[in-house]
């Protein structure tokens, strides 16, 4: 039996190397809620809530308001049951989106921690080392994305993917195609930015060797997806319509896509992932694990699960130092010069341990929310 008495949130701003541009704004620095846990027998888990900007707040309010006082001081049986104790949408999923995913992922390694297990293995996972791939956010020129893709490459990534949108993509895709040859290892993510009256770009796309174009049209429109799928080669793959296993099974039986993107903050935690994991694989269709921006306690939980076999696609995990000027976790996530990730498997829990004193220091809000108050 597991029973959580316990959420601190704390709320810190990390701040990034360098400026991330993509369609949907531009970040210089990043807030991140973190959640310790204590459970009823004393056990301590961190974990994140992948939300981002104002929808933090409403993380916040929800933890607060729907999922604590369901959750603390409750009995279950294992992690994945957590789930019945959650608050459902009309549709199924459980309310509060990544609140409730960061409480269910927290439970996970609270069950690790427990019995002595690292979380990869808890989950299943059967890698002991990943392969890591890139996200790059939008360039202000051809040169400029070109320089920044080589650069990778020359680190070790195993993909860069570019983020596109309307008139800043063939033209740029191709530069970088053009420069780095036709073993480059590349792919583009529109993260819905195109409509089908884009056809003539996405087919320009279709022409330039990508390894999958991520997510050209809206999260809910399947139905394009599965249109743009039939007409060009190009393996498409969704991310942002990725909610649920449900959805993913709908979308696999549409033929949306050929590869998905898993995102275990925004389809609810681990046992949604590790379901839509099992159907990709008896489907014959790769997986990888994308990123949220994470710190390096979010990006724990996702180097667990992509140690599951069919995450056979480089992930968006890239080391520490990518992202933040220094990470909240030790050691930092890094990538050997053959840009492989190691998944720690020698120590029970996350693998690594998270800096609460830099946490406390970062911190610009803080809320406890224990069983007392919720009795
Ligand atoms: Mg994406």
Redesign the pocket.
Known sequence: MLQIDRIELHEIVLPLVETFRMSSGTFRDRRVLLLHLVSSEGAEAWSECVASGLSIDASWRVLGERIAPRVLGRPFSDPGGIEAWLEREPDGRAAGGPAAAAVEMGAWELAAELSGTALATLLGGTVRRIPVGVSLGLQESPEALVDKVRGCLVQGYRRVKMKIQPGADVTNVRAVREALGPEAPLTV?A?GAYTLDDLPTLRALDELGLLMI??PFAGDDLASHAILQREIATPLCL?ESIVSPERAEEALALGCARII?IKPGRVGGFRPSLAIHNLCLRHGVPVWC?GLLESGVGRAYNVALAALPNFTLPGDLSPSRRYWERDVVDPEWTMDSAGWMDVPVERPGLGVTVDAERVARLAVRREVLAVSRHR
Request: charged share 45%; proline share 0%; net charge negative.
């Open positions: 993510d993260n991520e997510q991310d993107n994308g």
